[in-house]
């Protein structure tokens, strides 16, 4: 850098030297272009037992101890001491996007190298521009140390240094990203982002394999070390400046998704732990900081100060649940992984011709092998069996007991860790038993039970310390801590996490269908897949019931949990059989900070303003007698049951693509089978279950009868409504007729009109888009659940078309809704 500035002083003085000069920046670039040119794939050779690739300006010795100088020469006379053996996944120079890693830091012409890099950073000025600039840097030192892995592992001076030049080079990024005053909403930031994503991850794994390799180094360890924090440090800006938990969130499983290996998920969440702890370290920081301030403040500025500490612990809780969100979701990936893997297992058991083995024998296999921390990697498996199936719950058990072997021999839990982990137990169970203790005691049977459990092993995880076993205490305190997050989760999910997690998950489905429409499968021919397909959308409206109905938050946040694996394993089980491409994570939009939150409307002002609605209409001659007063009929018959319920809907008005029911009033989730039962009340319930939840008498088993003709007074029985389309209007009524029918079958509405269904009937219905039983036509357009007798589904119309749809309970029923400009 010295040498440039006086350079440049010449320069200024002397319009020659300037020409001078150019010239040979120009022959810089030039030489180190044709230095890095010469192949780096050259002669194979073996030294020691390694696998190693020789450059051409390199020598390499073979296991035999022969020679070879680095002109081309192939080395197939050399006994080769790595046949047979299959790498387990490993990170390569096409890995980080680098098709050759050029001069190496062995090489006596390496400066040229460095001397290039320096100009391009003093005559780079767009500051995302330079921060991209540091991150290719630092990406191209990563590919010259996984070279040199290769062909000179012997030399590990040199490895050594290479990695400190790589942490200076990620701290320098670090800076250029803090420097940086923009959000990811600037396609620059954007990229960068998503780039700094990708190398994090691969960056990582590299530290982590070499970690292993030269772990009799205590010097190269601890540098790997301080490279692998620089470089999480560095990730860390993303969410910490530019962009919230939930979209960070989004962009790291996109990268992930495009990226290969069996372990892919696994990484992930290895590094969402590691972000985490960065968080909660950070947050431990300030808290101390400000603790200091308020000793030393003058009473006036004390109560300031408390409501700062006050603020940031709120944020920090805030933060904690949306990253171990975020984990949780890739340790649930990695989970489907596996379990779409024992699906293949199964059916090649049951093959009638032997067949290869199955890819989960090989994954768990590979486990064991994988680089990497393996005390972390102890508490993401502990987590992944917390929801596996028997069969592949009982293969991790013997995996989870060789990576613990592992852990222990290697020396990553010992005395220290095990006491870290007790802490960490402690501290959860304390925050669970304080959550508990706010609510009164007033907690579901699951919370109760994951509790004792977890102080039944905190309790296991101390004697086991006491008793030096430090392996077993580890393994029994991180058991703890994941029954106590377990239990945590359900009682910190708010209402909006709930129906931002159903909205997610509806999309996540209509994604898997149409990759399964689109690939052409039958039921006949794969009827595992279509049995995996039917039982989501029956764990669906299960989640949408228990919403509905404010179940206890565990059961909710349980089946929520229980949906996000099952989708999962759909997902991964077309990758694994088709080789169909991720489906892209895109969660529906969180609402603006600036946006006033959506009030809550009643059911019952809900339909008082309808009424309001039907009454201006009426009076702009915008809807007939003959409507106005079926409609008002409707309308009146829903208020008067609404004000004698007087139970206020949990949902808002519909305002998305994504309706939701209006909770009805039992308490109890029924299935969906229809067995009918008369009620004392005269109606028809679908079965007795629901019969009971609405707190009816049974009369007898099957249909009410329906009343003769006259029976009313002598009155005759009332025409049913002519099935014709009525007139364009934004507030549209369809009722469901004593038959099942929708009439009138046909209805237009105008764009970001509402049609509310009626069921007038005896029946539940289920209004949903075609087609049956996917119902992706018009996506969004399902009410997810059961429309009971009396009851009311509204959904706003904003797609210009023609749409079709039916009764999922009785798909012959179909009718048709035209939306106009």
Same mark, same amino acid.
């Given at each position: 850098?010295?040498?440039?500035?006086?350079v440049?002083?010449?320069?200024?003085?002397?319009?020659?030297?300037?020409?001078?000069?150019?010239?040979?920046?120009?022959?810089?670039?030039l030489?180190?272009?044709?230095?890095?040119?010469?192949?780096?794939?050259?002669?194979?050779?073996?030294?020691?037992?390694?696998?190693?690739?020789?450059t051409?300006?390199?020598?390499?010795?073979?296991?035999?101890?022969?020679?070879?100088?680095?002109?081309?020469?192939?080395c197939?006379?050399d006994?080769?001491?790595?046949?047979?053996?299959?790498?387990?996944?490993?990170?390569?120079?096409?890995?980080?996007?680098?098709?050759n890693?050029?001069?190496?830091?062995?090489?006596p012409?390496?400066?040229?190298?460095?001397?290039?890099?320096?100009?391009?950073?003093?005559?780079?000025?767009?500051?995302?521009?330079?921060?991209?600039?540091?991150?290719?840097?630092a990406?191209?030192?990563?590919t010259?140390?996984?070279?040199?892995?290769?062909?000179?592992?012997?030399?590990?001076e040199?490895?050594?240094?290479?990695?400190?030049?790589?942490?200076?080079?990620?701290?320098?990024?670090?800076?250029?990203?803090?420097g940086l005053?923009?959000?990811?909403?600037?396609?620059?930031?954007?990229?960068?982002?998503?780039?700094l994503?990708? *190398?994090? +991850?691969?960056?990582? &794994? @590299?530290? #982590?394999e070499l970690?292993? %390799? /030269?772990?009799? !180094?205590? =010097?190269?360890?601890?540098?790997?070390?301080?490279?692998q924090?620089?470089i999480?440090?560095?990730?860390?800006?993303?969410p910490?400046?530019?962009?919230?938990?939930?979209?960070?969130?989004?962009?790291?499983?996109?990268?992930?998704?495009?990226?290969?290996?069996?372990? *892919?998920? +696994?990484?992930?969440? &290895? @590094?969402? #732990?590691?972000?985490?702890? %960065? /968080?909660?370290? !950070?947050? =431990?920081?300030?808290?101390?900081?400000?603790?200091?301030?308020?000793?030393?403040?003058?009473?006036?500025?004390?109560a300031?100060?408390?409501?700062?500490?006050?603020?940031?612990?709120?944020?920090?809780?805030?933060?904690?649940?949306?990253?171990?969100?975020?984990?949780?979701n890739?340790?649930?990936?990695?989970?489907?992984?596996?379990?779409?893997?024992?699906?293949?297992?199964?059916?090649?058991?049951?093959?009638?011709?032997?067949?290869?083995?199955?890819?989960?024998?090989?994954?768990?296999?590979?486990?064991?092998?994988?680089?990497?921390?393996?005390?972390?990697?102890?508490?993401?498996?502990?987590?992944?069996?917390?929801?596996?199936?028997?069969?592949?719950?009982s293969?991790?058990?013997?995996?989870?007991?060789?990576?613990?072997?592992?852990?222990?021999?290697?020396?990553?839990?010992?005395?220290?860790?095990?006491?870290?982990?007790?802490?960490?137990?402690?501290?959860?169970?304390?925050?669970?038993?304080?959550?508990?203790?706010?609510?009164e005691?007033?907690?579901?049977?699951?919370?109760?039970?994951?509790?004792?459990?977890?102080?039944?092993q905190?309790?296991q995880?101390?004697?086991?310390?006491?008793?030096?076993?430090?392996?077993?205490?580890?393994?029994?305190?991180?058991?703890?801590?994941?029954?106590?997050?377990?239990?945590?989760?359900?009682l910190?999910?708010?209402?909006?996490?709930?129906?931002?997690?159903?909205?997610?998950?509806?999309?996540?489905?209509?994604?898997?269908?149409?990759?399964?429409?689109?690939l052409?499968?039958?039921?006949?021919?794969?009827?595992?897949?279509f049995?995996?397909?039917?039982?989501?959308?029956?764990?669906?409206?299960?989640?949408?019931?228990?919403?509905?109905?404010?179940?206890?938050?565990a059961?909710?946040?349980?089946?929520?949990?229980?949906?996000?694996?099952?989708?999962?394993?759909?997902?991964?089980?077309?990758?694994?059989?088709?080789?169909?491409?991720?489906?892209?994570?895109?969660?529906?939009?969180?609402?603006?900070p600036?946006?006033?939150?959506?009030?809550?409307?009643?059911?019952?002002?809900?339909?008082?303003?309808?009424?309001?609605?039907?009454?201006?209409l009426?009076?702009a001659?915008?809807?007939?007698?003959?409507d106005?007063?079926?409609?008002?009929?409707?309308?009146?018959?829903?208020?008067?049951?609404?004000?004698?319920?007087?139970?206020?809907?949990s949902?808002?008005?519909?305002?998305?693509?994504?309706p939701v029911?209006?909770?009805p009033?039992?308490?109890?989730?029924?299935?969906?089978?229809?067995?009918?039962?008369?009620?004392?009340?005269?109606?028809?319930?679908?079965?007795?279950?629901?019969?009971?939840?609405?707190?009816?008498?049974?009369?007898?088993?099957?249909?009410?009868?329906?009343?003769?003709?006259?029976?009313?007074?002598?009155?005759?029985?009332?025409?049913?409504?002519?099935?014709?389309?009525?007139?364009?209007?934004?507030?549209?009524f369809?009722?469901?007729?004593?038959?099942?029918?929708?009439?009138?079958?046909?209805?237009?509405?105008?764009?970001?009109?509402?049609?509310?269904?009626?069921?007038?009937?005896?029946?539940?219905?289920?209004?949903?888009?075609?087609?049956?039983?996917?119902h992706?036509?018009?996506?969004?357009?399902?009410?997810?659940?059961?429309?009971?007798?009396?009851?009311?589904?509204?959904?706003?119309?904003?797609?210009?078309?023609?749409?079709?749809?039916?009764?999922?309970?009785?798909?012959?029923?179909?009718?048709?809704?035209?939306?106009?400009?």
């Amino acid at each position: 850098m010295l040498c440039l500035k006086i350079v440049g002083k010449i320069v200024k003085k002397n319009i020659n030297m300037k020409k001078i000069f150019i010239v040979l920046v120009v022959a810089m670039f030039l030489l180190v272009g044709a230095v890095n040119s010469v192949g780096a794939s050259g002669a194979c050779c073996f030294s020691g037992g390694e696998c190693a690739e020789a450059t051409t300006a390199q020598n390499c010795t073979n296991s035999g101890g022969v020679r070879y100088a680095g002109n081309g020469t192939t080395c197939d006379d050399d006994p080769d001491p790595c046949s047979g053996t299959r790498a387990v996944e490993g990170v390569t120079a096409q890995d980080l996007e680098v098709e050759n890693a050029g001069l190496l830091p062995t090489n006596p012409f390496y400066f040229f190298k460095n001397w290039t890099r320096t100009i391009r950073q003093v005559f780079t000025f767009n500051p995302v521009k330079k921060a991209e600039l540091e991150l290719e840097i630092a990406n191209q030192r990563a590919t010259e140390i996984e070279k040199l892995k290769s062909v000179a592992p012997q030399n590990i001076e040199a490895i050594t240094k290479a990695t400190a030049n790589y942490q200076k080079n990620v701290e320098r990024l670090k800076a250029r990203l803090d420097g940086l005053q923009e959000t990811s909403e600037n396609p620059n930031i954007a990229r960068l982002a998503d780039q700094l994503a990708d *190398r994090s +991850l691969k960056h990582q &794994e @590299l530290f #982590d394999e070499l970690k292993v %390799k /030269f772990e009799n !180094n205590a =010097e190269f360890v601890e540098g790997a070390s301080k490279a692998q924090e620089a470089i999480l440090t560095a990730v860390a800006v993303v969410p910490e400046k530019f962009e919230d938990i939930a979209k960070f969130g989004q962009r790291l499983e996109n990268v992930v998704q495009s990226q290969k290996g069996e372990f *892919r998920e +696994l990484r992930a969440a &290895e @590094l969402v #732990d590691r972000l985490e702890e %960065k /968080f909660v370290e !950070n947050t =431990e920081k300030k808290l101390v900081e400000i603790g200091e301030k308020v000793e030393k403040a003058v009473p006036e500025d004390i109560a300031k100060l408390k409501e700062e500490l006050a603020k940031i612990r709120e944020e920090n809780a805030k933060l904690r649940n949306e990253i171990s969100a975020l984990k949780d979701n890739f340790v649930s990936k990695f989970g489907a992984r596996l379990e779409a893997q024992e699906i293949i297992r199964a059916e090649a058991a049951a093959a009638p011709t032997p067949v290869a083995p199955a890819p989960l024998q090989t994954t768990i296999q590979d486990l064991r092998d994988l680089s990497g921390d393996q005390s972390r990697r102890l508490k993401l498996l502990d987590e992944v069996r917390e929801k596996a199936s028997p069969s592949v719950k009982s293969q991790l058990n013997v995996a989870r007991q060789d990576v613990l072997r592992q852990a222990e021999e290697q020396k990553e839990i010992g005395a220290e860790e095990a006491k870290k982990m007790i802490l960490e137990a402690e501290r959860l169970i304390n925050e669970l038993r304080g959550a508990v203790s706010a609510r009164e005691g007033d907690i579901s049977n699951a919370v109760r039970q994951l509790l004792e459990r977890a102080e039944f092993q905190l309790n296991q995880a101390r004697a086991a310390y006491d008793a030096q076993k430090y392996g077993n205490a580890f393994g029994q305190a991180n058991a703890a801590a994941v029954a106590a997050k377990n239990a945590l989760r359900p009682l910190t999910t708010t209402a909006e996490d709930y129906s931002r997690d159903i909205a997610s998950l509806k999309n996540y489905y209509d994604s898997l269908i149409k990759k399964i429409q689109e690939l052409n499968l039958s039921e006949e021919k794969y009827p595992k897949l279509f049995a995996l397909v039917a039982e989501a959308e029956r764990q669906l409206l299960e989640l949408s019931n228990l919403i509905n109905a404010k179940a206890d938050p565990a059961k909710i946040v349980d089946a929520i949990r229980n949906v996000k694996l099952h989708l999962s394993t759909i997902e991964q089980l077309l990758r694994e059989l088709f080789g169909v491409a991720p489906v892209p994570a895109v969660a529906p939009a969180p609402a603006q900070p600036s946006a006033a939150p959506q009030r809550v409307v009643s059911r019952c002002e809900a339909v008082k303003r309808n009424l309001n609605e039907l009454d201006e209409l009426l009076k702009a001659g915008r809807i007939s007698e003959q409507d106005y007063k079926l409609k008002y009929e409707s309308l009146k018959k829903e208020l008067s049951t609404c004000e004698k319920e007087s139970v206020p809907s949990s949902a808002p008005l519909p305002t998305s693509a994504l309706p939701v029911p209006v909770s009805p009033s039992a308490t109890e989730v029924c299935a969906q089978d229809y067995s009918p039962v008369c009620g004392v009340n005269g109606k028809t319930y679908s079965n007795e279950c629901v019969a009971n939840a609405s707190d009816v008498k049974i009369q007898f088993k099957g249909e009410c009868k329906e009343p003769s003709a006259g029976t009313a007074g002598g009155a005759p029985a009332p025409t049913p409504a002519a099935v014709t389309p009525i007139d364009s209007f934004f507030d549209v009524f369809v009722a469901i007729d004593e038959s099942g029918q929708f009439s009138p079958t046909t209805v237009k509405v105008k764009k970001g009109g509402k049609v509310t269904w009626t069921n007038k009937s005896q029946k539940s219905v289920w209004p949903a888009s075609a087609i049956h039983p996917t119902h992706t036509v018009y996506p969004g357009f399902d009410a997810l659940g059961e429309i009971n007798p009396g009851k009311t589904y509204s959904f706003i119309f904003d797609k210009v078309g023609s749409w079709k749809y039916h009764d999922h309970l009785n798909p012959g029923n179909t009718g048709i809704i035209e939306v106009v400009e």
